[in-house]
């Protein structure tokens, strides 16, 4: 099972870059990083989402470097509002290759942004 | 269109009792999920539907906990005579299809407290 580390808080300022960062040694061919905001008292929101190499949308980038062993999801510019919990989620690949596979959410990083 | 709805919103429950909390997808999604969440903790994966097969039930805590998928659409998550530790956020989600490409769309959670 591919497992994820990441730091369990950073802190940053309104305007600022965030960079975090998340480890998944045993990622295996299949899998696809995934990562999840979470408010507090709500479900967690979908991001974004990759492979390899980067991904960028109207939010966030991922970055994923060859070996796929980490990902780093780049905030940029960030507000207080981004102040949330970040889930990276390495989720088994197309169904069929390992029905015992779970999706494991990590512990998540919690992100506190000040002004 | 609607997002993934759960009910109750809040359960107080004492020890004991058996408890059932529902959760209705995505029309269309259909792959399902349930997770618990602890107060302060990350999430944990307990079961998944794919239609109303439920293929990995290795998730689950206990033989207290059971799920089942009726219509390939609505799922109840229920717990047997609720332990206090037992007590957490239950969250539901739900995907185009059990693919780790798909992002999931989450519900606002069943609060279970079990006194």
């Known amino acids: 099972l591919a497992k994820t580390t990441q730091p369990i808080s950073m802190d940053s300022y309104e305007g600022q870059e965030v960079n975090i960062t998340c480890s998944h040694n045993?990622?295996?061919?299949?899998?696809?990083i995934t990562w999840y905001q979470q408010f507090p008292s709500q479900g967690p929101r979908f991001i974004i989402q990759g492979y390899k190499t980067k991904v960028t949308n109207e939010v966030a980038s991922l970055f994923i470097p060859a070996d796929r062993k980490s990902s780093t999801l780049s905030l940029p510019r960030v507000s207080l509002s981004d102040t949330a919990v970040y889930y990276c989620l390495v989720g088994d690949g197309p169904g069929g290759y390992s029905s015992a596979s779970k999706i494991i959410f990590g512990s998540g990083t919690r992100l506190s942004i000040r002004p | 269109g609607a997002g993934v709805s759960q009910s109750p919103s809040n359960k107080v429950t004492e020890k004991g009792k058996d408890v059932e909390l529902r959760c209705d997808p995505i029309s269309g999604h259909t792959a399902l999920y349930w997770y618990r969440q602890s107060l302060g903790q990350g999430l944990e994966f307990l079961i998944y539907f794919q239609g109303n097969s439920a293929p990995d039930k290795s998730g689950l805590p206990s033989d207290r906990f059971s799920a089942e998928r009726t219509g390939g659409s609505v799922s109840t998550l229920t717990i047997q005579r609720t332990q206090q530790e037992d007590s957490a956020v239950y969250l539901c989600?739900?995907?185009?299809?059990?693919?780790?490409?798909?992002?999931?769309?989450f519900g606002p959670g069943t609060r279970l407290t079990v006194t």
């Open positions: 045993n990622i295996a061919t299949n899998d696809y």
């Open positions: 989600a739900s995907s185009l299809a059990r693919l780790a490409s798909y992002e999931q769309y």
